[in-house]
């Protein structure tokens, strides 16, 4: 069995990153490998501008961005496998995969990555009523058809769900001459980022039906309608408010996952609030040497974020290659309270000196917040935001020294729920 | 001229061709979908009963217990999957306590394995049980099957041994004709044979079995007006949960029977997924096969009643389908009075699927035996078995990848099938000719994306091996191709 320093899987933005971050920390011999046929990662179908800002300090389209990150591999010792897929990850670092010229193998890292990334909840994690016609497609396929692929996926389109992918596929479609007559949110606001729902519906005069789910598909063969119906504060549908829109395609941009199932292979702790894996300030997992970071620890909101964790997790990595970490020490716990989604780190160690970045996300938008980071009972840091909303994930950095030894909570000191 | 024509692919249909094909007779079969195993086949709970609940003295209680009897080398025989799993009756108070004896008595006199288990020993088997149960009926003879894979196996192997499949083939009239125009018939005792009239040309055959599900009654009806009975469709809804790192059950949990059936089931599935269901309500329109919100929403409370713990957050897919319901409670088997030589396999509700297998002996042996002259053919050709790699050990996969590469490339990532088993459904003698038909037959597409990521890559791989364009693969039926002709606008 082959061995190398580091094995990181998924060559898209937090996989790229993290073999960088490992490689510039030190680490020689590095293996990316990556399923797809190239690099990349969902870039590659995001053909929008809008990704580098914070890295690179210009607005680069997906494919772009991503190529920067490709580039940085050139002349370095970082190795690549592509259109080969990991089939299980064991906690002792042996990874089972496949590919056309070598068949079904084994290879094992002294460390591990997971930059996975996230998959989009499909219809039927839903439960949307109606027929199974075709024409029902997740926002993200409907790219990669129209985007990679270059066909036409539908000419009447509706979409389910104000996620990002959605909003900008709303644009792109509309772009190709599409008609898109109307998107629907089951909450009373956007999950998407409000430049998306800016740019991508208001500029082209998509109506967004906020409060609204799709209460029936018509269509036997290919979808001929759907209908949509007004729900209440507890998302309880209101009867006689059913609007029905004649359509030949439906997307759906109900959510995105982080896709785990590597790491449940691997017996790696998961958390229910994220969906990715309970790591360390320095993305360790539970399982000693294996890392997570990207879209599979969290569903993040600018690739730019997602490098950055990428880098991160591959500079741990390297210090756990190269026994630069102390792994007797003490981990304290972060939490949040009810209002957050989550917050990350889940725990923290305490030996070190480098600053803890926070990040989380509010389940709820609201306005003129004050929110509190306690060590036990201790206010260690007070945040005052103007607005904060779900779609939108906030970071807040805090010396190591300041933190104590006690576990960590955020709270809401004030609060007026918009 | 056909000696029978069988109308409808279903699991009745195919079980019954393959039994044919073994005998020196021609044999067509007309399905109106595009592929075998689309109706009540694919949408049912999947599971040979042991045969404990039908009323006595019917054909469903025969022919269940008999059924349960000859799945399993009858699985083994087809290089299908079959396994044992077992069930339980719950009870949660006193009046069903006294319906799981009497379900308990009458599984005894039909030989069928049962026991009542008391709370904690029904707990050990089965912790997430409701807190509500009290005792409940063991029943060790119970297993899970596959039924589309059944059916296909079946099937295929008919169509090796030279019976005729016309898929997408829509009855559109059958006509009794006088016999004597036919000098080749080989049924001796009827004064007819057959026309059958179809959207893709006319067939004549000497006798003909109507296994045509929900359209048995229009079919018959289409001869005999005079002696019609009719079908309705009852509609089941399901969830399916995916699979789970501890199972929810190990085994079939049905609750009380009722007047409507089994009851809302919790059921394991062959592949590791969990299905809830069925729910039961009549329904007027055939094609009507849709879900809708109260229903769904009635299944997930029925299912609580009997498990608890049921992760909903699990839930990939819903689905319907429609139960084919006769007048009488029972199957209607038999053949025509006024018109022989025309076999009736109708209202084939449940215990239809584990009903099948004896449902075909019952029909060789009371009907068809006498019909014809059974000849074995010289010379019967087995199926080859395909490979299913996420079954194999890595030297095994491993053997296959050096023989043909495309083995080694995984193309569904949810459930680890290679492009290799994609390419073998499309080719093999039964071969899929559109998505749904891939995923059926080597389950790409039935994990928990559900094909997002893998769809765009198998209707290019679905295209080149049947040399169409992307625009003309379709996910099921005519009309509902998944990439749409021309530019937009």
Redesign the interface.
Known sequence: MREHELIVIGGGSAGLAAAIGAYENGLKDILIIE?EGELGGILLQCIHNGFGLHAFGEELAGPTYAERWIYKLVGTSIQVKL?T?V?SITKDHTV?Y?????????AKGKAIVLAMGC??R????I?I???????V??A??AQ??VN??G?????KVFILGSGDIGLIMARR?TL???KVVGVAEIMPYSNGLPRNVKQCLDDYDIPLYLSHTI???DG???ISSVTISKVDENLK?IPNTEKTFEV?TLLLSVGLIPEN?LS?IAGIELSSATKGAIVSNELETSVPGIFSCGNVLHVHDLVDYVSKEGENAGKSAADFVLGRTNSETELIDVTCSNDFGYILPSKIKLSGDSPVEFMYRIKKPMRDVTIGIYSGDTLIRKITKKTLIPSIMEKVSIQKSKLGSNDIIIKLIKEEII | MYDYTIIGAGINGCFLAHELSKYDLDVLVLEKGPDVASGATMANSAIVHAGHDPKPGTLKAKLNVRGNELYPSICKEMDAAFKLTSAFVVATNEAELSVIHDLHRQSQTRNIPSEVLNRSQAMQLEPNLSDSIIAALDLPSTGIITPWEVAFNLMEEAILNDVKLNLNTKVLSVMARPRTCYIDAKCSDSKYAYEIITNKGNFIGSNVINAAGVYADEIYSMLNPSDKFTITGRKGEYFILDKLSEPIVNRVIYPIPSEKGKGVLVVPTIHGNTLLGPSSEFIDNKNGDFTDTETLEYVRSQVKKTVKNIPFNKVIKTFAGLRPTGPTGDFIIGESIDYPGFVNIAAIESPGLASAPATCEYVMDTIIEKQVILKKKKTYIKRAHLPILYKMADSEKQKLWKDNPSYGKIVCRCEHISEGEIIDSIRRPLGATTLDGVKKRVRPSMGRCQGSFCQPAIIEILAKELNLSVEEVKLYNEGSNVVIKGEFN
Request: proline letters at 5%.
């Open positions: 399923r259109d897929s089939i089972s496949s590919n056309k010229e070598e068949g079904y193998v084994k998959r989009e499909p219809r039927g994690a439960a009523p109606g027929y199974r016609p075709a024409g497609l997740t993200g396929t990669e058809y990679i692929k066909y036409n996926i539908g000419k479609l190709e001459g599409a209460t029936f598909i036997h063969d290919r549908l030949d199932d449940e």
